[in-house]
């Protein structure tokens, strides 16, 4: 939110300062793109300091990926390793960086997607592909991974990061 804020008083500061080649007090498109990816980089860089104060709190041994993404295997199991195009039979809850739990498959049983396909966070197909059966993983997606600028509109807000203690059951 107080990055939503900040945009906006900085649009609203670009927007007021006179053009020297002309009198239009507006933004072009360049520079409105610049404001946005500027902005955006600097909440990409906050969250990304939560998460490993996070992580630093809790003194987990995690892995970083080229996405962001986060994860720890704390448990190995010893099957199958997961790919895309395979059906993950998972259990898992899912918090809030702030502890707040949002889903547990403890209230309607383990979950099952395609990995690859199915409409759950990106963050959780890739997180998946680095899990065995069998295998018990602590993962920190970031929310441009999971549900970005909107939220899930139940229980997950705007720009959250959300944290998957999960289990992969099986593979189909």
Do not use: W
């Not at 939503?4 to 020297?20: A, M, N, R, T, W």
């Not at 390793?81 to 739990?101: C, H, M, N, P, Q």
């Not at 959780?124 to 549900?147: F, N, Q, R, T, W």
């Amino acid at each position: 939110m107080k990055q939503l804020i900040f945009l906006y008083i900085l649009l609203g500061l670009f927007s007021c300062q006179e053009d020297e080649k002309n009198d239009n007090t507006f933004l072009n498109e360049q520079q409105v793109k610049e404001v946005l990816i500027n902005a955006n980089k600097a909440a990409a860089e906050e969250e990304s300091l939560q998460i490993d104060a996070y992580v630093k709190r809790r003194n987990l041994d995690v892995i970083v990926t080229g996405t962001g993404l986060r994860y720890q295997i704390y448990k190995k199991g010893h099957g199958e390793k997961a790919t895309i195009g395979k059906r993950a039979v998972v259990s898992y809850e899912v918090s809030l960086i702030d502890g707040t739990v949002c889903y547990s498959t403890k209230e309607f049983g383990p979950e099952e997607f395609k990995i690859g396909s199915d409409r759950v966070e990106s963050g959780l197909h890739e997180a998946i592909c680095y899990m065995s059966v069998g295998d018990k993983a602590k993962i920190i997606i970031p929310s441009h991974l999971a549900h970005g600028l909107m939220g899930d509109s139940k229980k997950i807000p705007i720009r959250s990061t959300i944290i998957y203690d999960i289990e992969l059951i099986k593979l189909k």
